[in-house]
């Protein structure tokens, strides 16, 4: 287990423990503390954390002591009070104290052999608001491989900073892209794919491959759905291209008493997931995009990166985009569940492309899955002028509910009883019971 990847809720003290015996020394992303300083605590918590904030993110923990000499290895969990709250005075610091406000991932591990006391570990992320700054806006702080505390930039280094995020940002840039013309040539301008639906999401700042190149494909079948056909790939017919896994399915026939189905999905080592679709559909005699079908896809989508960024061991911030492509002049259909039938809701008049941006973490995707969904649905609505439309009776939190049942579920292979969503998977309650 690493307690870099892990979600934080599923390290336990026994972690902890294995992760000090194995004396890791501190370096630029990991740093140890017996407790907090006598002196100035407020400002030794901040510039620890925007220091790590600054740079590549990182680990924090209190709590334990180190050798004697300059070797920077832990030496023993000795842990904090219970009654310093040390979890609240963090999570304070973190919001008066650093401009803009840090929020970093706190937990407490209470001591087996002392109640009394806990480890706490802090997990940093590389912010996207550099630099951070303490001491009313004027201190910026960051680490050094040589050093075991934070020291204040210089004005070179400053620029280096900004220099390297803007680094970071042209690779997620041109991943997506690479992505995109993978499936739109920009040499060719015939395609089969007319109105295109886009579904990406890629972390924030890909600073590194999260899996190598041969797991791949472990990993994503570690993170499919029930219900989905292996979406985002949905078939077997999986190829690899420089350091992504892609399937790529053309239809063969016209049947217009089916979806015509066209799609490309993609998963690269730097923890991208894209997946393009063909956004008109034929189904029973009428042609256009049907909002049932697009909801699944959103669903499926979410659903799949919660899981896909547990299995590659990323707990930070995604960047994520929903894209309808050459759409003006298209009919839009309800959902089925509304109406029994698929009722005919307008035409876009107004925009050829619409986009819909969030940056969200991936706590959020695993606590309020269904929120998310419901909020990026609504804002689609209303980019196609389908917001107020008077036939559509059903909320899109039923409508998403609806389609969580169309969906189907499987049973927990444990206890055999409750409802799971995902492969493999266990319930919640199994899961605490571990």
Known sequence: MSI??????????????????????????????????ATDANQQIAKEVS???????????????????????PDAI??????????????????????????????EYEIKTDTTKVVVLVRIDMSDEV?????????????????????????????????????????RKRLLKRAYERVF?????SFGIKSAVILQAIPLYPLEPFVNRKALLEKYRGAQVSGSQGFPL?????????????????????DTATFKREEYGELNIFGQVSFIENAV?????????????QLKRLLFMIRFLAKWYQQIGYWGMVKFSFDLEHCR???FYTPHYCTLMHEEMGIIQVDTNIHIGRIFSVFELNENPDSIVVDIFEEFLWGCGLSVHEGSTLSISSWVEAEKREIGHTTCPKCKTNKIFTVNEMCDNCKKKQ
């Open 4 to 37: 870099f990847r892990t979600k934080i809720d599923d390290i336990n003290i026994d972690d902890i423990g294995q992760f000090i015996a194995e004396k890791h020394p501190e370096n630029i992303r990991l740093e140890y503390k017996s407790g907090f300083s």
């Open 51 to 73: 220091a790590f904030a600054n740079q590549q993110g990182g680990i924090l923990i209190y709590g334990v002591s180190e050798e004697s000499g300059k070797t920077r290895k």
């Open 78 to 107: 000795i842990g904090i009070d219970k009654f310093l709250s040390p979890r609240q005075k963090i999570q304070s610091v973190c919001i008066d104290h650093i401009y803009p406000p840090v929020v970093p991932e706190i937990q």
């Open 131 to 171: 630099p951070h700054t303490i001491n009313s806006r004027t201190g910026f702080y960051i680490r050094s491989q040589d050093r075991s505390d934070p020291r204040e930039m210089t004005d070179e280094e400053l620029e280096l900073l900004w220099n390297r995020r803007a680094k970071l940002v042209e690779r």
């Open 185 to 189: 040539p920009p040499d060719i301008h």
């Open 234 to 254: 949905v078939i077997d017919d999986i190829k690899t291209a420089s350091d992504s896994i892609y399937a790529n399915l053309k239809p063969k026939t016209e």
């Open 281 to 293: 559909h034929s189904f029973q005699g009428k042609d256009g995009i049907f909002l049932g079908w």
């Open 329 to 331: 002049g298209v009919r």
